[in-house]
């Protein structure tokens, strides 16, 4: 990668991966879109350019004028937006994919989009889930996420287009929070440890679920869109994990460092019904072997920085 478009530049990955892709490339080679301004990043939003990724014309008019060997498509709504407004999900995350893809093909790009654990469905085995395995979603987010892997594939069988992708866990951060994710209950939990002491879970507390520090997602795509095209069987949709997790192992680790930290349940039952269609644990073996997957964060580490760094912003 030299020169690198970005759609959902604000949202939860976008926002971070900006960031670092400027440190790394030089801000003049990080084109920033979204269909938003609304950020205090001033290094992002100087930059930005207003991108609606269901208009191809526009998409395809700045990738001309910016001339960019890499698209990275992150723009996408997540699983319990989706499951409000299905049709919209529809729009937005298959029509901005087959946009971007396009644009892809057209001016040669290299491109990558990220999958989910959201891709797997009920049959899907739970542990040590497969790379390759039955994937039958029943949620639009997840229709959505399969059918954007296939799309990748056949563009890269058909076309020629570098597609890559990874099949992402739920994200933890503390610089920009999600919305509307299955997985949001795992960011919440350590802003609510600090601004009140306690917290009330949307998931069962032995809900297992795939969890990643935020660092860990983005050198991963890194990592991968810098792999050698002859080390990867396929380039798309690898299952990566760094912690499998449920909400009472979250409270046993932030107890250790808030003792009177308390949890309570008020469980959302069409976000727990996604959830219990989710696998509890990837097997990353074809990443980590392919392109060297290595995260660094477990649950321990991840709590310490997350714990840490909220309480500083809070403290300004
Ligand atoms: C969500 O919960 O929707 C996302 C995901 C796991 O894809 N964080």
Not at 23 to 40: A, C, I, R
Not at 94 to 123: C, Y
Not at 172 to 195: L, N, W
Request: glycine residues 6%.
């Amino acid at each position: 990668m030299k020169r690198i478009i970005i759609t959902g530049a604000l949202g939860q990955i976008g926002t971070e991966l900006t960031v670092k892709l400027m440190e790394l490339y030089g801000e003049e080679n990080v084109l920033p879109t979204d269909v938003h301004k609304n950020s205090d990043n001033e290094m992002i939003t100087s930059k930005l350019e207003i991108l609606d990724v269901r208009d191809f014309d526009q998409m395809d008019e700045l990738v001309k004028k910016f001339k960019p060997d890499t698209i990275l498509h992150m723009a996408a709504l997540l699983s319990a937006t989706c499951e409000k407004d299905p049709l919209l999900a529809w729009d937005i995350n298959m029509n901005g994919l087959i946009n971007a893809l396009e644009v892809a093909r057209i001016h040669d790009l290299k491109f990558f989009t990220p999958s989910s654990i959201g891709s797997f469905g009920e049959s899907t085995p739970k542990k040590n889930t497969p790379q390759t395995t039955i994937q039958r979603p029943n949620t639009m987010y997840g229709v959505n996420k399969v059918s954007g892997e296939l799309l990748c594939d056949y563009y890269y069988d058909k076309f020629n287009v570098d597609t890559r992708g990874v099949r992402f866990p739920g994200l933890i951060s503390h610089i920009k929070e999600p919305g509307g994710g299955t997985t949001d209950y795992a960011v919440d939990i350590y802003f609510e440890a600090i601004k009140s002491g306690k917290y009330t879970c949307f998931l069962e507390e032995e809900t297992y679920l795939d969890m990643m520090y935020i660092d860990d997602a983005i050198d991963a795509i890194i990592k991968l869109m810098e792999a050698d095209a002859k080390s990867l069987s396929t380039g798309n949709a690898f299952n990566i994990t760094a912690i499998s997790a449920s909400p009472k192992e979250f409270t046993t680790e932030i107890k250790k460092h808030i003792p009177d930290f308390e949890i309570d349940y008020d469980v959302d039952p069409v976000r727990q019904k996604i959830a219990d269609t989710w696998p509890e644990q990837l097997d990353c073996s074809e990443a980590e072997k392919q392109w060297g997957f290595a995260p660094k964060y477990d649950l321990e580490k991840l709590t310490t920085t997350m714990l840490t760094a909220i309480k500083e912003k809070y403290k300004k």
